[in-house]
């Protein structure tokens, strides 16, 4: 007995040994920052306060943020809508791509493997890819669309997209109030560019890891194939959606490189992070910053408690 104790806590020792330096670093590159970030958002600091005294202030930088920043509610909600517009059609296309691409037929791996090129490729160099492809007089688009006879299109303006804005009394209002315009577009569509594949891939792992037996059953019972998909196919791939759907969360609410390089802080996409290095790092307005930093932080603490609630609800009703 007393050498099984001695082996269990070599294991133990050995274990906490192992995550220790891992520990560490965390803290030293997530908790203290964040800890430093909650301080500071109760004091008076920016750059010419910064090496002197920093007076306290409470609560009067989240008062300011949330109540004399004429750009804190908007970019909150382009956040919003920005989740919106990115994560449901990559959810839809990436989700039928997994269905197509589930059959046999050639090519497939040469197909497969192109997909995934665009999630290799760091998001500022998608950027500037992106940029290119949308300038009005040399880009891809527009050329392409010269080519073909059509109009150039302002794809980095603020027009709105006629497909909305000619919606018959309710047009106007769509396009300028829920950032139906081109710019917003366009950031939109070079995340969905590059994340649909992933979402993808995603659901073709979790397509190959459903029993096949099932769906035997359901070819010798005479479902359809429509059948088979909404009432086998989707009930049982309902964690892998939500699991697609949370990491897509999460990354959207941390995109910022995309954004900055094809348009700066310009505000019409200026998102919560994009205007969160606004005050912080272009107007040196430290205090406000990090007022906004923890606020950014409770909005994302919602979104993802509220999808989460949403996972357990929908788990329990199964």
């Known amino acids: 007995m007393p050498k099984t104790r001695s082996i269990t806590a070599e294991n133990r020792a050995l274990r906490y040994g192992l995550i220790t330096p891992a520990f560490l670093i965390m803290i030293l590159t997530m908790l203290l920052p964040i800890l430093y970030m909650f301080v500071t958002a109760f004091f008076r600091l920016d750059a010419v306060r910064f090496n002197r005294a920093w007076p306290f202030v409470g609560f009067e930088n989240f008062r300011q943020i949330i109540t004399a920043d004429p750009v804190f509610w908007g970019s909150m909600l382009k956040t919003v809508l920005f989740l919106v517009y990115t994560i449901v059609p990559q959810i839809a296309v990436g989700f039928l791509l997994a269905v197509v691409l589930f059959r046999e037929f050639k090519g497939k791996r040469a197909v497969q493997t192109v997909m995934l090129f665009p999630i290799l490729a760091t998001p500022v160099v998608i950027a500037m890819i992106w940029k290119y492809f949308y300038d009005f007089d040399t880009g891809f688009l527009n050329v392409f669309l010269k080519s073909l006879g059509l109009p150039a299109q302002t794809w980095l303006s603020t027009k709105s997209i006629p497909l909305f804005a000619n919606i018959p009394f309710v047009g106007t209002w769509l396009a300028q109030n829920l950032s139906l315009n081109w710019a917003f577009a366009s950031i939109v569509f070079v995340n969905f560019w590059q994340w649909t594949p992933f979402c993808f891939l995603v659901f073709y792992a979790g397509m190959t890891a459903l029993p096949l037996e099932v769906f035997d059953a359901c070819r010798v019972d005479g479902a359809t194939g429509w059948q088979t998909f909404r009432l086998v196919t989707l009930p049982l791939l309902r964690r892998v959606i939500w699991v697609v759907v949370l990491l897509r969360i999460i ?52 979104i993802l408690s509220l999808s989460y609630l949403t996972v357990r609800k929908d788990d329990a009703a199964a």
Not at 254 to 270: C, D, L, M
Not at 273 to 285: A, C, P
């Open 251 to 302: 990354d959207c609410l941390k995109v910022y490189a995309q954004i900055w390089v094809i348009f700066g802080n310009a505000e019409p996409t200026r998102i919560i992070n994009v205007h969160l290095y606004t005050l912080g790092f272009i107007t040196s307005d430290y205090g406000k910053a990090s007022a906004l930093g923890v606020i950014t932080v409770a909005f994302v603490a919602l």
